[in-house]
């Protein structure tokens, strides 16, 4: 299906409901309720140029979106506006990539700025320009538990994460092909976290899979380089702004990256984390806006959405394209402003020349392929509450 040129409706059909013969019960009908992207409304909404870049995007991915309303306030605190978001996770996450959380509001459990979740994980992916650049890609994904989902063993232990939110993160790297994966923590948490590896589930760490617990001493020589040996970076929430910032500084990925917060149902809100001052609001973005967006389309199920949209961005900065936020030492690049370069993207460069580089997050990638179908459906019995398929 081409979705540049169909664009999908949200749809009610209702199955005729039979007969029900002397003593049988009638048989429920099914009513298909959605197939569009399912958004819960964000708590902080965008402004006019993160609405219309948005706007652009889905328009060109013939993607329609249906808005799930949060559930009611029960305070006027930000802290309530979170926990309204979660509560509407089951359905479907907020998109609010304009909305800055900074690393070390982790460094606080009961941080207002820190949605109600499990774990974190955001994205650093960065290929560069030219054939030059190949072998200076990165692709990292850096994930923490959420500092309240940490706890002690022992009163005067220091808290750490617990084997249920530790399984998930790892089995969410390798879900994405990770192989390498780090744990990073203090040095007096160390015994603590091996105890906790030995709860889980056994196979996440048998074959094919390098795991490594490292004092952030240790961790963190690798760590100033501009690509570090592993491919996921699993830290605690108190040593996460030092790892943040290093891998930025050595990367040169100073940007916004995207970022996600999972419960046990899967992403709750998508989200940008960036160094600085705590829940502020972002100007335009655009590359941080088309990873979120790939990212949430990912999770949606609408796997060839996410890879086109991907793959139209990369032919983009492979050309030489670029973003002040996102910009290259390359002699021959063009900067534009953000919204050109959304409006570039929709463009679309021809297929052609170098394979776009993977991107693990968004699974195996092969340039040109459509991957599964992107439809969801969303289909429940009546009267029913609603469920995936």
Not at 49 to 65: C, K, M, N, P
Not at 127 to 132: D, P, T
Not at 169 to 192: K, P, S
Not at 258 to 281: N, T, Y
Request: charged share 20%.
């Amino acid at each position: 299906m081409d979705r540049a040129n169909h664009k999908p409706e949200s749809l009610t059909l209702a199955a005729g409901r039979p007969a029900a013969s002397a003593g049988a019960q009638a048989r429920p009908s099914l009513r298909l309720i959605s197939t569009g992207l399912r958004l819960a409304e964000p708590v902080v909404p965008a402004d006019a140029a993160w609405a219309d870049a948005f706007a652009r995007l889905l328009g060109w991915l013939g993607i329609d979106v249906e808005a799930v309303e949060l559930p009611r306030a029960t305070g006027l605190r930000k802290v309530a506006g979170w926990a309204r978001a979660a509560a509407a996770g089951a359905a479907a996450p907020q998109f609010a990539p304009w909305q800055a959380i900074s690393p070390v509001a982790l460094q606080n459990a009961g941080s207002s700025e820190l949605p109600r979740a499990d774990w974190t994980v955001s994205y650093l992916f960065d290929h560069g320009q030219g054939s030059a650049a190949r072998g200076a890609s990165i692709d990292l994904a850096l994930m923490s538990p959420h500092p309240a989902r940490c706890e002690a063993e022992e009163a005067g232990d220091p808290p750490v994460t617990r084997p249920a939110i530790l399984e998930a993160m790892i089995r969410a790297a390798r879900d994405e092909g990770r192989e390498h994966i780090v744990i990073i923590a203090a040095a007096r948490q160390r015994n603590a976290l091996a105890r906790q590896l030995l709860l889980i589930d056994r196979a996440l760490t048998r074959e094919g899979l390098e795991l490594e617990i490292l004092a952030v001493e240790q961790a963190l020589p690798a760590l100033m380089v501009p690509r570090p040996r592993w491919d996921a970076l699993i830290v605690m929430p108190e040593l996460r702004s030092i790892v943040f910032t290093l891998l930025a500084e050595a990367s040169e990925v100073r940007a916004p990256w995207p970022m996600l917060w999972h419960d046990a149902r899967g992403p709750v809100l998508v989200a940008s984390e960036a160094l600085g001052e705590a829940g502020a609001r972002l100007s335009l973005d655009a590359v941080a806006l088309v990873q979120a967006l790939a990212l949430t389309l990912q999770h949606a199920g609408m796997n060839s959405a996410a890879r086109r949209l991907h793959e139209s961005s990369a032919r983009l900065r492979d050309s030489g394209t670029v973003t002040a936020s996102r910009g290259s030492p390359a002699p021959y690049v063009t900067q534009v402003d953000d919204a050109q370069f959304v409006q570039l993207v929709c463009a679309g460069l021809p297929a052609g020349g170098r394979a776009v580089p993977q991107w693990r997050a968004l699974g195996d990638v092969v340039s040109g392929g459509t991957g599964r179908e992107d439809m969801r459906l969303y289909i429940v019995a009546s009267g029913s509450s609603s469920s995936s398929s």
